[in-house]
């Protein structure tokens, strides 16, 4: 019985070749070993076969050859009718369309030589067989793959086998006659191999040529077809299969060598120059080398720039260059040039062979190849060349060779394993653990630092990606991921909320440095970086400006990446073993306080700059970055270009939720989750050629779905990239997303750009063009979807994430529109870095912080209804005018910090809003038993996403629970609360660097008073003049409420001519009007120079077209109280320069972080945002006040950003006016302000009213305090499971009420 047997059959119907099968790419039955080998001998051997065969081993399939009789002993088989060679095989991996199915057989009979003992060996051998050929990566795994088997077979002459398989039981019962035995030729017998020994093998149309079943040294037609194929054969063996062919006659002999060799996949390009860079992706991506043959002369010349790239950025590659023999050399020969060398210090290795000749032994070539290919393989990594000479006959016509030349390669050829293995013994293992004394000292360092930086540069591998991350988690110190980390675009994994609660991602610490007073404040006394490169320019210059500090780089290579020369300690290894030298040691966390600031600092950039984007309504490049992350799965990596995108992505880029999804949902979805995304660029040399080309060739080597970002001119400098993309060589479909802003828009960001001739940068830096991708696509048959919106982008990138075809994907910018945006986010990042500051240097002196990012705690919060009387209904009242007594009622919130401080707010329902007061006072006293003891930390009034996190983090309600009065009224009392607490005030609160007494001391807020317009346009025109005089210079009219347009048209009419043309006027139709009753009132208004009609018709799609049919400017305001999802989503629709303005009330959209949200973006686009008071008391009016206040200094930055004039807005605070009764006694202060000639509100009398702020008991009618919570568990169980709730009981003994959570 023999051991070594194997095959294979594929299921394959379409494109089944062994390629496949070695690229884990097909389905079918793989065997190894013989169990039990049947064969046509002597008799006694079937007596011993049925020994194994019982009855229940009916499944057992058998697979082999009749008419075939094979020699062991002369290794040779013969056709020969009657004979049969079946086994069953030891190991069976049946690898089905679901499923695989492994199936081990033990045979032995101690009677033979077949000991239980050697029965178990053999099967061990053959599961390590297995093994290495399926997973090839496993040590020395590749070279026992059973390809190898093909390469020496010993067949009959034109004889052709038949392969087949039936049950085991079936050929037992049987006497084995060909014709009486009814064999299945098994279905997919087209394509298979079988091992019978080393050296004999039978194989059917697995070859590339489906004619040819044999194959060996000896049937080589020449001397140089002997040497390729020995070239190739030994590339094979050392696992590198990946063979990048340009075509040319010199190279013939090793381009038909390695497109003949099974094992290899091979690809061509006409340009040489990007079917290296092609090698170079493929490399990159599986960290094995890719061969390139090339033929002479230039085009071996045009390899330079991607061996420059390989050799820079240490990628392994081969490069077999065909050359004339010597004799044509320097002598006039065609295509004839200097080779030797062409690379110089570009190569790790570099070699000519001599033209083959059967003179020298053939294992020299053998020699040469592992030695190269050792040299590209040993660090540093990189490119060798070993440049190839031939004399003709290049093809492969017969000319006669010595056989004697193959001497020595007996053993060679009847294995599978290269000639010479080089064995390195791994210095590391001596340096583990500090027991080395450099180590010890990076050790001691480490634990010593008081405020240390993770930076991570390039980092290549999955398993190198999980290190660094263990790393920053065992350290505790804060992380800057280069977006080449591959932790840069982070995927937030549900299910593993703590890696981004226990490890601090300074995603853009870039942009944070633009702001000078951070990059005084910031110092780090050590920085350890993982991996060579930083994209980042200001990063690296802030490196330096740690100087002096200890800098430890950590790379495998051993060059020096040190371009400031700050290097304190290079650790030379890998990031694994890096991490697990310091997995050991136990750190000190000391940095808590200096990892909150940096957490604040980054919050809050990072929130700018996701709002600049948002908030703009066209796509820019910045957008695309700042996306991305949303289309990329775990089945995805990245490629980069080079220029803005890589820059962007490593600014703009962000961590992305993967979307929470229902368990079923998880079960039937095949993506598994992920959190690092593969990133690749060419950053060795940063040169904007052969891109395209690297990442069609890192998809190949990676097997992900790539998506390649690149720049227009970079791809019209590849555009053969998409020759090489049409040719599907087993790998993933691509999304090639190109940005096109029809030139090299990276200048026009450079200092010389402002300086510079227009035109001459248009034609010497920009390069212009108007070259169409689109045709340059259709003419290479690619698919091409333009892309010119958010959602469409949006849109593609999902599409094609399923699709089976390549796709490129044409982003349309403009340089322009670009160099200003990248500059309004810069500036705003730099603000917001200030602003961070700002809060964070305000800091009580003293404040402890040790025990989190904590500064204040609630020590309790009780509120009280309270009921005051009003002069008229508000505006909004459907109530009865005759009637002589308003009310106004609502909750005053009071929220008690634990150092006493007090902060009020106010919780006041009205129609318009969803909310009654019932709904409300249920959710305070919900609120009333939670919210205790919760602490609040130094952001929450930055107004930038804190409050919302802070809801949903501490309190545990979702954002769309709360009510918008009952959440404004609680961001009112804490900001109060912490003003108070920090001796300041709620608009010192909102911008800490502006604090300025003085300044208050003379500031107003100017109000637009309001008018009910009952009455007749007589009646009217009196109130409104008498408001003018009293000082009033805006005033908005409620329209819509008489029987038609025309009426309230002529009121307008008549109040303008009444208070002259001076004066703001505004009117609120509240979306009364259909478009037709206020496309009627805008016409007859055309003349009243209305400073804007606030939602003039009932359906808000109708509003941007009126504006656009009277040309009349149009105001929001119910529409955002709606709003649905994303504000920022929604707005988007809004733009038209025909909507004016955006009302805000604070109390109906949800509090004050929203309304600056919306605030922000008015401004952004040039728009006013108005606030608005929904008849709240002097209390909520005070905080408005302080709040309009906030957003007019907003505005300043805008105006002085663009600069532009934007008058002061009148804020829509004259609901005072129906104040008969407050809540306090403190009046508002609203008067005249005669410098300013406007009727305003002081900001100093606002500060002064919330500071002193006393309730007036007199309208009080009920306070809630705290009521006896009963808390406990209450534990059910049931049959087959149990659960536990926690319950809280509330209220007195007689009225219990219960609730859970
Ligand atoms: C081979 C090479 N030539 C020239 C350069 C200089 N260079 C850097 S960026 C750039 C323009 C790239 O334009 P594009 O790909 O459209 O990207 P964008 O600048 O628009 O982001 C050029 C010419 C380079 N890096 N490499």
Redesign the pocket.
Known sequence: MACFLGFFLSKETEDASFKNLYLHRTRGVFGLGSAICFEACAPENQKRIRRYLSSDSAHIMTYGFMDINFNKESSSIKHEAGSFCFLIPEVELDEQEEASILVVTLAWDENLCWTFEQAIQSIESSIYQASCCFWPDTESGYSKCIKSTLRNFNLMEGQTFQMACTDALFLDRRDYQADTVELRRTKFSTQFCFRLSPVVGVSSNMLDDANETSYSLQDQANINAVWASLIVEECSRLGIVYFCVAPGSRSSPLAIAASSHPLTTCISCFDERSLAFHAVGYSKGSHKPAVIITSSGTAVSNLLPAVVEASQDFVPLLLLTADRPPELLDAGANQAINQVNHFGSFVRFTFSLPAPTDNIPARMVLTTIDSAVHWATSLPFGPVHINCPFREPLDDSSDNWMLNCLKGLDIWMSGAEPFTKYIQLQNYLACKAGACVPMAEVLEIIKGTDTGLLLLGAIHTEDEIWAALLLAKHLNWPVVADILSGLRLRKLLPSLPEIEENVLFVDHLDHALLSEGVRGWIHFDVIVQIGSRITSKRVSQMVEDCFPCTYILVDNHPCRHDPSHFVTHRVQCSVRQFVDSLMQSQFSHRSNKWCFYLRVLNTMVAWDISFQINAEYSITEPHVAHVITEALSAESALFV?????IRDADMYGRSCKTHAQSIAHMMLDSELPCLSIRVAGNRGA????GLLSTAIGFAVGCNKQVLCL?????ML?DTNGLAILTQRVSRKPMRILV?N?H????FSLLPFADKTDPQILDRYFYTSHTISIQKLCEAHSVRHLPVKTKVELQEALLKFEHEKTDCVIEVESCIGANSTFHSTLRKSAQQAADHALSILSRLPVGVSISDGLFLYKIHKMNFSLYRIQLCAPPTSSSADHHHNEFHREGYILSVYLEDGSVGYGEVAPLEIHKENLVDVEEQLLFLLHIIKGIKIDVSLPTLKGSFTSWIWSNLGIMECSIFPSVRCGLEMAILNAIAVSQGSSFISMLQPQMINEEIYEKSSVKICALVDSNGTPNEVAYIASSLVEEGFTAIKLKVARRADPIQDAAVICKVRNEVGPCVELRVDANRKWTYEEAIQFGFLVRDCDLQYIEEPVENVDDIVKFCEETGLPAALDETIDNFQESHLNMLAKYTHPGIVAVVIKPSVIGGFEKAALIARWAQKHGKMAVVSAAFESGLGLSTYILFSYYLEQLNVVYTVMNREIRPSIAHGLGTYKWLKQDVTAIPLGIHYDPCKGFMGASVAGAIQLLKNFKVNNNVIHKTFNEEQVHRYHLTVNSKNFSYSIKVHEVGQESNVSTGTS
């Not at 030139?743 to 990276?746: F, H, N, P, S």
């Open positions: 270009g080079n220029s803005m995108i940063s040169g904007i050629d690149v720049g227009d001119v970079s400098h940005i802003n030139g090299g828009a990276i």
